[in-house]
Each structure stands twice: as structure tokens, then as C-alpha cells.
């Protein structure tokens, strides 16, 4: 029995279709099915059935899936097990931030490559909130401040932030100095979310409102230098509208507190060395680098 056909079968009965599994695979739409065709044929049951929606699971399908999980677990651990320490194989599948991903972590990936050439990495560079497990990603870079969840969560390095707001808009609308004249003003903002504030030791949350909303942090500096609003942003996206002075830092009696950026994981008793490596390489990056990410850059 072909262990490629066991991964396939398992990321098609997680994925719900021969196309998302192609496409977390690496692979055409005909070599999965023809992978699939060929292992039911060797067990002699059908394990999957064939909707206009997908592909669902038989009653048959759906025990086998459990025990081909398992194996195909195993054998990534055999791997990693007798393969000398720097060799990683096999594919690493990350979600990474759009916002500043291929700035900022894209090289390090790259370097990732660069150390294991047997290793297939596939990033998807997105802002949206990724199910790892429902869409087959074996980790992911985040940064902010972390909701609590199953996931695992490695911290790999600091992120600093600050308000920032336009001369336009500071000379229309004036720039608050507490957090009570900040929810006077237009916020510039991802959706609903809340916002963290420091006065003094003490850490306060304030619920901004604002008219300008986008889910991604490169097109809400755009409209802070337009001048909508303010804008609550990582350094590392404003440094260099803050240096020519098109955007101003403002409140800074009540800095938000440092956010963080993590390699999350799936639950499990231990991560895939693959995952591990790639954590130690970040954190690395980060203290070889931390002017791209902090004050003083």
C-alpha cells in the first residue's frame, strides 16, 4: 500500500473534495483521483462517495480514515527520526500574514529553502482568520495579540505599534490625548475589534468607532495618510510615513503594549521537527533584526 495514497485519501476526506486537495497537495485534480481509484481498488471497498459538492466519506471511509491518519503520522515521525539532523523532507504548508508577510517573513521563508532543498513549502499569504485544521495547514505566523483557543502557540518575537494619524487629520479633528476623547474620533479599523492602551502600568481596552474598515493593515496606513482617521498600526507598516511626516504619532502617553508574532499549531504531543526548525530559524531572524520590527527602526 502506497503511503502517497494514504496522505491523499486523508486530505481528501478532510478537505471534502478532490480539488482542495489537489490544491493543498501540490498536484493535479487527475493524479489524485487516479491515487484514490487505485487504493480502493487494493482494499476492495469504496471509500468515498462521489457528490456534485464533493466527496463524503462511506461508513467504510470514515473508520479506515482515522487508522490511514495515524500512519501517515507515523511515518512523517520515522522520517524525521532516521534522517541525519539537517535534512527536513516532506511539505510544509504555512499561512502567513498578507499585511506584511512578503516583506517581512517571505525572506525568512526563503531562507528556510535555501538551508532544506528536499523541503516543499507552500505559504498563503493572507489576512483572514485560517482554520489550520479544517484546511490542512500544518502552522501559521501570527501576530497581535493572541485569542484563546486549542491551538499551540510558540512566540517568536515582539511587534511595536503606535496610534498614528495625518497632519490633515489632526488639523481638522484635533489629536486626542486620552482614551476617552479616542472614542470621539474615526478609528480606522479591522472590524469590531477592541484596543489595547497603557496608562501607566495598567493595560485598557477601548472600543473605538470608525467609517473606514479593511482587513488588511497596508490599505488602513492608506487611509490614515489620507487622512480618514487613526489608524492603530505595527511600526514596521508606518515607520516611513512617520519619518516623512505624513503620518504623526499621537497619544503617546498611552502606547499600546507590545503585540507578538507566533508559529501556531495544530494540538498534538509534539511538533514536526519541520515546524520546530522553521520556529528556531524565526526567532532567530527576529533577534538578528530587531530594528524591523521595534522602536528605534
Given at each position: 500500500m502506497d503511503i502517497e495514497e494514504l496522505q491523499t485519501f486523508v486530505e481528501v476526506a478532510d478537505a471534502g473534495g478532490v480539488s482542495p486537495a489537489a490544491r493543498r497537495l501540490g498536484v493535479s485534480k487527475s493524479i489524485v483521483s487516479r491515487r484514490l481509484v487505485r487504493?480502493?481498488?487494493?482494499?476492495?471497498?469504496?471509500?468515498?462517495?462521489?457528490?456534485?459538492?464533493?466527496?463524503?466519506?462511506?461508513?467504510?471511509?470514515?473508520?479506515?480514515?482515522?487508522?490511514?491518519?495515524?500512519?501517515?503520522?507515523?511515518?512523517?515521525?520515522?522520517?524525521?527520526?532516521?534522517?541525519?539532523?539537517?535534512?527536513?523532507?516532506?511539505?510544509?504548508?504555512?499561512?502567513?500574514?498578507?499585511?506584511?508577510?512578503?516583506?517581512h517573513f517571505a525572506p525568512m521563508l526563503a531562507e528556510m529553502a535555501r538551508r532544506h532543498p528536499l523541503l516543499h513549502i507552500q505559504a498563503c499569504y493572507s489576512d483572514r482568520f485560517v482554520d489550520l485544521?479544517?484546511?490542512?495547514?500544518?502552522?501559521?505566523?501570527?501576530?497581535?495579540?493572541?485569542?484563546?483557543?486549542?491551538?499551540?502557540?510558540?512566540?517568536?518575537?515582539?511587534?511595536?505599534?503606535?496610534?498614528?494619524?495625518s497632519p490633515d487629520y489632526i488639523e481638522a479633528h484635533?489629536?486626542?490625548?486620552?482614551?476617552?476623547?479616542?472614542?470621539?474620533?474615526?478609528?480606522?479599523?479591522?472590524?469590531?475589534?477592541?484596543?489595547?492602551?497603557?496608562?501607566?502600568?495598567?493595560?485598557i481596552t477601548v472600543r473605538p468607532q470608525g467609517n473606514f474598515k479593511a482587513d488588511n493593515g497596508t490599505a488602513l496606513v492608506a487611509a490614515a495618510v489620507a487622512g480618514l482617521g487613526i489608524g492603530y498600526l505595527p511600526d514596521c507598516l508606518t515607520h516611513e510615513y512617520v519619518a516623512s511626516g505624513a503620518l504623526v504619532p499621537i497619544m503617546t502617553n498611552h502606547p499600546p503594549p507590545p503585540a507578538g508574532a507566533y508559529v501556531i499549531r495544530p494540538p498534538g504531543q509534539h511538533p514536526?521537527?519541520?515546524?520546530?526548525?522553521?520556529?528556531?530559524?524565526?526567532?532567530?531572524?527576529?533577534?538578528?533584526?530587531p530594528h524591523l520590527w521595534g522602536p528605534g527602526r
Open positions: 487504493l480502493e481498488a487494493e482494499l476492495g471497498v469504496q471509500l468515498l462517495a462521489r457528490t456534485t459538492r464533493g466527496a463524503a466519506l462511506t461508513e467504510a471511509g470514515a473508520t479506515f480514515r482515522d487508522y490511514a491518519a495515524r500512519v501517515c503520522a507515523e511515518i512523517d515521525v520515522a522520517r524525521e527520526t532516521i534522517l541525519p539532523a539537517g535534512d527536513l523532507r516532506g511539505r510544509l504548508r504555512i499561512a502567513v500574514p498578507l499585511s506584511f508577510g512578503p516583506t485544521i479544517a484546511e490542512g495547514y500544518d502552522c501559521a505566523i501570527r501576530v497581535g495579540y493572541l485569542q484563546d483557543s486549542n491551538l499551540i502557540a510558540r512566540r517568536i518575537g515582539p511587534i511595536y505599534g503606535k496610534l498614528v494619524a484635533g489629536a486626542p490625548e486620552t482614551p476617552e476623547e479616542l472614542v470621539a474620533h474615526q478609528a480606522l479599523m479591522q472590524g469590531t475589534e477592541a484596543w489595547q492602551l497603557m496608562d501607566g502600568d495598567k493595560v514536526a521537527r519541520k515546524i520546530r526548525v522553521l520556529t528556531e530559524l524565526l526567532i532567530e531572524c527576529f533577534e538578528q533584526a
